[in-house]
């Protein structure tokens, strides 16, 4: 998982687990729109070139992970309030970038335990006594958390500071210099690297061409046929992208998709619209967090509608 990776399900995470403010003087606008601001100013210093990649800019990136956040307050069995949400917010703010990047969010973004218990529908983690929704889809249910050598399916599954390996069994994320494999993974400020875990590499770091992760993507780099970390171009709406041997890879801005047809380069397509067509051949990609199903871009519905 890259780095920019773990900094979004972490702000989405905490901005999913907005609750009755409980008498609090701030309001679920407030708390929302604030942690929205905290988190997406956070991901735009200490990796913009997601921002660009994802939204754009962050004034889209603030505008879309909010979606649904009042709304989740009409979900039941839940617990943190908007007073603490917006101390998430500048809770997240204030960490540092490598902590977020090894996916160890501050205290006051934990989620809280909710009122459910397991079994019983759910959208969002503070919803359930375990702290826990197992999703399928926008919706899922209440589970427990597994301890160390426990099954799960998703890091989340696991209890805290423990992540899910390729086996399906949580497990503790290894430091720099740990062995590593495919049961053993690192934490998620590192990657494996000829079965060692190391931090990602710089420009010009050797590397395994178009390998995922062993290039520092918070810096806008990926692995060139050359084997060496080189700093991914982004294009807008309309221009050329691909790869090319005389300019390298270039990307799309703000969810676009590249047209290649049967050459190497190809012409950046815009992000479809909520409600618009997507997917299929030629159709285009939805922005995050809409999803195409049935080729139409649409948003997930909001904890609330979980039955």
């Known amino acids: 998982m890259t780095k920019a ?17 409980g008498g609090g003087s701030v309001t679920a606008a407030q708390a929302c729109s604030s942690a929205a601001t905290a988190f997406c100013n956070k991901i735009n ?8 990649f994802q939204y754009g800019d962050v004034a889209t990136c603030v505008t879309r992970i909010q979606i649904n956040c009042e709304a989740n ?9 908007p007073s603490e949400l917006a101390a998430c917010g500048t809770a997240y703010g204030n960490a540092s970038c490598s902590d977020l990047f090894a996916g160890d969010q501050p205290a006051a973004c934990d989620p809280k335990p909710g009122t459910l218990a397991d079994g019983t529908a759910c959208g969002v983690p503070d919803q359930c006594v375990s702290t826990y929704c197992k999703l399928s889809g926008s919706c899922g249910v209440c589970a427990p958390r597994s301890a160390t050598g426990g099954s799960c399916t998703e890091d989340e599954g696991c209890a805290d500071g423990l992540v899910c390996a390729g086996a399906g069994t949580c ?11 495919d049961v053993r993974p690192c934490r998620g400020n590192l990657n494996c690297k000829s079965g060692s875990c190391a931090a990602p590499g710089g420009p010009g770091s050797p590397c395994t061409p178009f390998s995922d992760g062993e290039c520092d993507f918070a810096q806008g780099l990926y692995c060139s046929p050359s084997g060496a970390c080189e700093v991914i171009k982004l294009a807008n709406a309309g221009e ?7 300019t390298g890879f270039t990307a799309c801005r703000a969810g676009g998709d590249c047209k290649t047809g049967l050459g190497g380069t190809g012409t950046c397509t815009p992000a479809a619209s ?4 997507c997917g299929g051949v030629d159709g285009p990609n ?9 080729e139409t871009c649409k948003l997930p519905p909001s904890a609330s509608t979980c039955k």
């Open 5 to 21: 990776r773990y900094l979004f399900i972490a702000g989405l995470a905490a901005l999913g687990s907005c609750g009755d403010d």
């Open 45 to 52: 210093m200490c990796a913009p070139v997601f921002i660009q």
């Open 73 to 81: 307050f009409m979900a039941s069995g839940k617990s943190q309030t």
């Open 171 to 181: 497990v503790t994320p290894g430091a720099a210099g740990a062995a590593c494999d």
């Open 240 to 246: 050329t992208c691909g790869y090319s041997p005389s």
């Open 274 to 277: 909520d409600g618009a067509a």
């Open 286 to 294: 939805c922005l995050a967090p809409s999803e195409c199903e049935a």
